[in-house]
């Protein structure tokens, strides 16, 4: 390029007629200075990075160094933060929180509870970088001020956070001499005694580490403190931002501080579930344990004469006593008895007295807690039952029930444990506490960073998508109009960014293609389905000569009372209009397992022998078992097979229990079998058959209602006995077809 310049500038030319090299020499000569200038930039950067790395490995090691030599010399003092102050003094709020938090990170490799005081290393960073950049460490009274701040998080912060994690200390740290002293002074409480301590120990820590960053920062000459200095953000970017009224940077950071919240508390209510499931575990199992020793020592063949004889049976003290004696083995133990289980509530057998009050007397009848209710069933089984966690009457406990059988086996009697879970509460404070220190600590360097690497790659070049987008960002689109929004943002930028335009353009514009062909295509799926569906149906229903259309009427009854259900609220979380058509789609496939019923029992004209109608009630099971293979071979056992699984297997259950072939009872019994089941026997009442006339329409209904509680569940056959009307109508209709038919 200078032999270019030479020669150009010693050509012969005449005044006013000279030229220049070209240009094609021109874009030569611009090409080779931006090839030079972006090889100069990269370069820089590249040293700039190095620099940086080296002032975080510097502030990490003077940490450590720091904090070893004063504890060597047993200094009332810490000096472990030293490294991160002068960090982030020097090179801001970046290397500050870097130093900070892996400093904390290093140390818990030899003590764990260091990586609970993160967040307060990454606190003072992120004050010692804002105070440095506002000139306070430069000015004498601002210095002093600086003390007290960094105090005041250091020791302050950290007091309270040892507080809730450890409780005072007395004896396990550089404050507990002073802590003792003041504690035993007699005019400050444990807690007071601790920060007070904490805050003046750090008083004197924070003032000599912040004298010998400002002494460092004095003595380095001002060229190199301006190498050390991250600029994030520099005077002219934040001029630039200013003039806006939100900035993109200040978006991205609440985005990013919301999904840190969101994570932090999923993560923390995860681990703090875990936890608690642990420690439930662990007392269950001790309770158990106890539940078997107690057992031991209770005489089974002597119940009855516990329960008759009360305290004047001679065993019945020793006993008593043995009971007591295990449930003081333990702090967390606080009941122990023996209660006999029957429907009227327990019947207590032994019950010894504590510290609380004498026990009840024996023979007494005590009604059960609301949080026992839906265990009273395996109770009066004789099963045994827990662990239970309630909160009532005699607190929050853990309960279990050990059943008790006598030398013929059979039951007598119950053992209870009750473990006081009030230990559970302080244990999850502490857990939740260190969690919670941890994750603030990690996240806020996640914040810092990633703040750094969205102003850098993304807040600048966004922003000019942000300006052409910001007309049309409350318009709630449709596909449509965000592909027109698109197009019309015409973005030519030539990186990565516009790469990223042009492929959301075509994928949109992909989409608004194929989402009509795809939701015809769905609906033409769904048709051919409902048609399968029906058709197979039919298949069976015809081997069937006495059923009509059975499959039909019984599909209108079950969405007859379904829509009902839905109109009235009932079952929120359960019943909607996508839950009813799949149970109505489903409905036909009721009785497919009568497909492997043999014709001479399936057409039988008259009554079933005993063989022939068990033989028919296997269709229920072998319906069930067509299904699950048809959910092996789609691998899909939810939303429609589901419901096709449960119509098949359950539509005969009774609420009483009494049904078949699983003999579920109550609400164990899924919804839309309950459902199915009324449907099922009401059409069959007035439908009719070879072997019997149909049922008048009224009679059916009264032995529909007579059947509550018993074979239907009420609360279905409440809402089919509003629908008598829509009920009525699909019957007569059902009857004309029947007579054509017959």
């Known amino acids: 390029m200078t032999d270019i310049a030479h020669s150009e500038k010693n050509m012969d030319v005449p005044d006013g007629n000279r030229v220049g090299p070209g240009p094609a020499l021109e874009g030569f000569m611009r090409g080779g200075e931006r090839q030079y200038m972006e090889k100069t930039i990269h370069t820089e950067e590249k040293k700039q990075w190095m620099v940086y790395l080296i002032l975080c490995i510097a502030g990490v090691l003077i940490n450590y160094v720091a904090a070893q030599l004063a504890d060597s010399f047993r200094w009332p003092v810490y000096l472990d933060c030293i490294g991160t102050v002068l960090a982030a003094a020097l090179g801001g709020m970046i290397p500050g929180v870097i130093v900070g938090f892996l400093t904390n990170l290093f140390n818990s490799i030899f003590d764990s509870v260091a990586a609970y005081y993160s967040f307060i290393s990454v606190l003072l960073a992120l004050a010692a970088a804002i105070l440095s950049e506002r000139g306070w460490l430069r000015r004498f009274p601002h210095v002093l001020l600086s003390i007290v701040i960094f105090a005041l998080i250091g020791g302050g912060l950290g007091s309270i956070l040892t507080w809730f994690m450890n409780g005072a200390n007395m004896g396990e740290d550089i404050s507990s001499p002073l802590v003792l002293k003041l504690y035993?002074?007699?005019?400050?409480?444990?807690?007071?005694?601790?920060?007070?301590?904490?805050?003046?120990?750090?008083?004197?820590?924070?003032?000599?580490?912040?004298?010998?960053?400002?002494?460092?920062?004095?003595?380095?000459?001002?060229?190199?403190?301006?190498?050390?200095?991250?600029?994030?953000?520099?005077?002219?970017?934040?001029?630039?931002?200013?003039?806006?009224?939100?900035s993109l940077r200040t978006e991205v950071l609440v985005m990013i501080s919301v999904i840190v919240v969101f994570i932090t508390a999923v993560v923390t209510s995860i681990s703090l579930s875990l936890y608690r499931s642990t420690l439930i575990d662990e007392e269950g199992k001790m309770a158990w344990g106890v539940a078997r020793t107690a057992a031991s020592n209770l005489d089974a063949d002597k119940v009855d004469a516990y329960i008759t004889e009360g305290r004047a049976n001679p065993d019945y003290g020793n006993v008593s006593a043995a009971f007591r004696n295990i449930a003081g083995s333990s702090l967390d133990i606080s009941y122990v008895y023996a209660y006999r289980i029957l429907e009227d509530g327990c019947h207590v057998v032994v019950d010894p007295d504590t510290d609380e009050g004498p026990g009840t007397?024996?023979?007494?009848?005590?009604?059960?807690?609301?949080?026992?209710?839906?265990?009273?069933?395996?109770?009066?089984?004789?099963?045994?039952?827990?662990?239970?966690?309630?909160?009532?009457?005699?607190?929050?406990?853990?309960?279990?029930?050990?059943?008790?059988?006598?030398?013929?086996?059979?039951?007598?009697?119950?053992?209870?444990?009750?473990?006081?879970?009030?230990?559970?509460?302080?244990?999850?404070?502490?857990?939740?506490?260190?969690?919670?220190?941890?994750?603030?600590?990690?996240?806020?360097?996640?914040?810092?960073?990633?703040?750094?690497?969205?102003?850098?790659?993304?807040?600048?070049?966004?922003?000019?998508?942000?300006?052409?987008?910001?007309?049309?960002?409350?318009?709630?689109a449709t596909h449509e109009k965000v592909l027109a929004r698109l197009r019309n943002l015409d973005i030519t930028t030539?990186?990565?960014?516009?790469?990223?335009?042009?492929?959301?353009?075509?994928?949109?514009?992909?989409?608004?293609?194929?989402?009509?062909?795809?939701?015809?295509?769905?609906?033409?799926?769904?048709?051919?389905?409902?048609?399968?569906?029906?058709?197979?149906?039919?298949?069976?229903?015809?081997?069937?000569?006495?059923?009509?259309?059975?499959?039909?009427?019984?599909?209108?009854?079950?969405?007859?009372?379904?829509?009902?259900?839905?109109?009235?609220?009932?079952?929120?979380?359960?019943?909607?209009?996508?839950?009813?058509?799949?149970?109505?789609?489903?409905?036909?496939?009721?009785?497919?397992?009568?497909?492997?019923?043999?014709?001479?029992?399936?057409?039988?004209?008259?009554?079933?022998?005993?063989?022939?109608?068990?033989?028919?009630?296997?269709?229920s099971s072998i319906g069930g078992d067509i299904i699950e293979h048809m959910m092996d071979m789609v691998n899909d056992d939810t939303g429609y097979l589901k419901e096709a699984h449960n119509l098949t297997m359950s539509h005969h259950e009774r609420w009483d229990g009494k049904g078949y072939p699983s003999h579920l009872a109550g609400e164990h019994i899924p919804l839309s079998a309950r459902i199915m089941a009324v449907a099922d026997v009401f059409d069959a009442l007035v439908s009719r058959r070879s072997y019997k006339p149909g049922f008048p329409f009224e009679k059916a209904v009264d032995i529909i209602r007579e059947g509550a509680g018993t074979q239907f569940d009420p609360q279905v056959v409440k809402v089919f006995l509003m629908c008598l009307d829509k009920v009525r109508k699909v019957s007569e209709e059902a009857t004309v077809r029947n007579e054509w038919e017959y």
């Open 184 to 246: 035993q002074s007699g005019q400050m409480s444990p807690f007071l005694s601790q920060l007070t301590a904490d805050l003046l120990i750090d008083l004197l820590d924070k003032a000599i580490t912040t004298g010998i960053v400002v002494l460092v920062c004095t003595l380095l000459p001002a060229t190199l403190r301006e190498r050390f200095r991250f600029d994030l953000f520099s005077d002219r970017e934040a001029e630039r931002v200013r003039t806006r009224r939100f």
């Open 361 to 476: 007397d024996p023979g007494v009848v005590i009604p059960f807690d609301q949080a026992f209710l839906p265990y009273v069933p395996g109770l009066l089984k004789g099963e045994q039952v827990g662990p239970i966690i309630s909160d009532e009457r005699y607190g929050w406990l853990l309960t279990v029930y050990y059943p008790v059988m006598d030398s013929q086996g059979r039951y007598q009697c119950h053992i209870g444990v009750d473990i006081s879970m009030q230990r559970l509460r302080v244990s999850e404070m502490k857990f939740l506490t260190r969690v919670l220190s941890m994750f603030l600590g990690f996240f806020t360097l996640i914040i810092v960073l990633s703040m750094a690497v969205a102003d850098a790659g993304l807040v600048r070049p966004i922003n000019a998508i942000v300006r052409a987008a910001r007309v049309d960002a409350a318009d709630p």
């Open 494 to 619: 030539g990186d990565e960014i516009e790469t990223l335009y042009e492929a959301i353009t075509e994928s949109t514009g992909k989409i608004v293609t194929y989402a009509e062909d795809v939701e015809k295509k769905n609906r033409k799926i769904a048709r051919l389905q409902n048609g399968l569906v029906i058709t197979l149906a039919e298949m069976v229903e015809s081997r069937d000569k006495c059923t009509g259309n059975h499959i039909k009427n019984t599909a209108s009854y079950v969405r007859i009372i379904m829509e009902k259900m839905l109109e009235l609220g009932m079952y929120p979380g359960v019943m909607s209009r996508e839950y009813i058509e799949e149970v109505v789609g489903a409905a036909p496939l009721h009785d497919i397992g009568k497909i492997h019923i043999p014709d001479h029992i399936l057409n039988k004209p008259g009554k079933l022998l005993d063989d022939e109608y068990e033989m028919m009630k296997t269709h």
